[in-house]
């Protein structure tokens, strides 16, 4: 123990101290080297290891086949090819459509014409319209389908339908009837039936004067009531052609005459309809 404290040798003890530290640093020198080259050694390994990942390509993803046709196979908007339509007069069901104005009209499937605005075709045989009589010297056809009285289909509502009257020309060359349309405007969603026949919807001619010369109620030839489906949103016409004779109440004789040349007027009064429905026509001259 006290030669490493003092110690012994020819040379001053200074320079034996020196030579200590020199070796005690070379040492710790050498300790430090070692401890970096191991910690290098191992990070350099694992540089190179992600170094050679890094170089080499990402495997690709490679799609699958595709499966082959449109994955939705309806049409946009749901469209039935045999689409059924409904249109103002020949009520078409399913498959058919019909066109406003006198002439026939059809049921489910059938197909139906109008008189004044072409026709139209379904894809099946139906029934035809309901057809009424009008009063004495006049008849009434419609291009509504005509239900019975004890129907299921409900009556329709006061103020849900809206009605309109006019004459199918303005004007009318001698010995040509004139042609009245009652149309009936349903403005609720749901269909219902309503009474056009000539002792309901009564329909009266006037003369220049004002002197009434025909009535639909006077003497129907046929059932004073026709009831006509009206579908929701839709319409129904009723047409009432008049052969320009005089007609009398209660069926009595009427004078043996026809209507001359001149205007006259005709005005329709319909029960749950406020007003009158009037439209003007012209029997022309020889």
């Not at 290098?40 to 694992?46: A, E, L, Q, T």
């Not at 019975?148 to 009318?172: E, F, I, R």
Request: hydrophobic share 30%; with cysteine.
């Amino acid at each position: 123990m006290g030669s490493l404290r003092n110690p012994v040798g020819p040379l001053p003890s200074s320079i034996y101290w020196r030579r200590r530290a020199v070796f005690a640093t070379v040492v710790a020198l050498l300790a430090a080297l070692i401890v970096w080259f191991v910690s290098s050694g191992g990070d350099g390994s694992r540089t190179g290891a992600d170094g050679a990942n890094a170089g080499s390509p990402a495997p690709s993803i490679t799609p699958g086949p595709s499966p082959s046709g449109s994955a939705i196979s309806a049409q946009p908007g749901g469209r039935d090819e045999a689409g059924a339509s409904e249109s103002p007069g020949g009520p078409a069901g399913t498959g058919g459509s019909g066109t406003a104005g006198p002439g026939t009209g059809s049921g489910a499937g059938g197909s139906g014409t109008g008189g004044d605005s072409g026709s139209g075709t379904g894809g099946g045989a139906g029934s035809g319209p309901g057809a009424g009589t009008g009063g004495a010297g006049g008849s009434g056809t419609g291009s509504a389908q005509q239900v019975p009285a004890d129907s299921p289909l409900p009556n329709c509502a006061p103020g849900a339908l809206q009605l309109t009257l006019s004459s199918t020309k303005v004007s009318y060359a001698p010995g040509e009837k004139p042609r009245f349309r009652l149309t009936a405007r349903n403005g609720s969603g749901a269909g219902c039936k309503t009474d056009l026949g000539p002792a309901t919807a009564v329909l009266t001619i006037s003369d220049e004067g004002g002197d009434e010369i025909w009535s639909s109620k006077d003497c129907p030839k046929g059932p004073g009531s026709v009831y006509v489906a009206v579908p929701g949103g839709g319409t129904a016409t009723y047409v009432i052609e008049w052969d320009r004779r005089h007609s009398a109440p209660r069926c009595a004789t009427p004078p043996v005459q026809t209507a001359g040349p001149g205007t006259y007027l005709a005005e329709a009064t319909v029960p749950g309809v406020k007003g009158v429905l009037r439209s003007s026509i012209t029997l022309a001259k020889d």
